[in-house]
Each structure stands twice: as structure tokens, then as C-alpha cells.
């Protein structure tokens, strides 16, 4: 009981001196001034192009090309569930124990 209120009694006065700090602002207001860039807006000349891939080859070409062509480096990959059956399968097959042993 006393560890009890010596933690409320700690605790307000916690928050009693956290508010004494916020007496220690300034009240007077001060306004937002926004710094101007006027050169921002202006009409000026362009930059010379320049490539974003840099000195690589890069070669491109029109056409289709079908699906089947572009080559798949996935390996397939049995879904879940036929998973989960193949294991219940072979689970029926498991030896059952003779004897059982109930422990109380």
C-alpha cells in the first residue's frame, strides 16, 4: 500500500514539473518568413541531352515476339495442398504402436 502511493505521489509530481517547463516558452508571437526564389520561375536556356545509360550498347527492336520464347528459369513447384495429400497418404501407411502408455 505505501509502495503504491509513494508511485502516485512520484507521478504527479512527475507531471506537475513537466508543466512548470512549459511556462519557460515565449508567448509573443513570431511569424513564418519564407525565403524567395525568383530565379525559380524564369525563362532560361535548356541543358545539353544527355544519356541516362551512360557508354552502354543498348539496342532495341520492334515486333512480337511469343511467350513461349522467352526461356523460364523457375523450377515448378508442387502447390501446397498436393503436398499436404501426398503427406496424409503416406501417413496412413505409418506402423501404429501395439501399445499405448497414458501417463497420469
Not at 502511493?5 to 512520484?10: A, D, H, K, N
Not at 525565403?35 to 544519356?51: F, G, K, L, N
Not at 499436404?84 to 505409418?94: L, M, S
Request: hydrophobic fraction near 35%; aromatic fraction near 10%; charge should be neutral.
Amino acid at each position: 500500500m505505501k509502495t503504491t502511493i509513494f508511485v502516485l505521489c512520484f507521478l504527479c509530481a512527475t507531471a506537475a514539473f513537466g508543466q512548470v517547463g512549459q511556462s519557460a516558452l515565449s508567448n509573443t508571437p513570431s511569424p513564418i518568413i519564407m525565403t524567395d526564389h525568383p530565379e525559380h520561375a524564369s525563362v532560361h536556356a535548356m541543358a545539353q541531352e544527355s544519356s541516362l545509360l551512360g557508354e552502354s550498347a543498348y539496342s532495341f527492336a520492334k515486333g512480337e515476339q511469343p511467350l513461349s520464347e522467352f526461356g523460364s528459369d523457375r523450377r515448378y513447384e508442387a502447390p501446397l495442398g498436393d503436398v499436404a495429400r501426398a503427406y496424409r497418404k503416406t501417413h496412413t501407411f505409418d506402423k501404429k504402436a501395439n501399445k499405448v502408455s497414458e501417463n497420469y
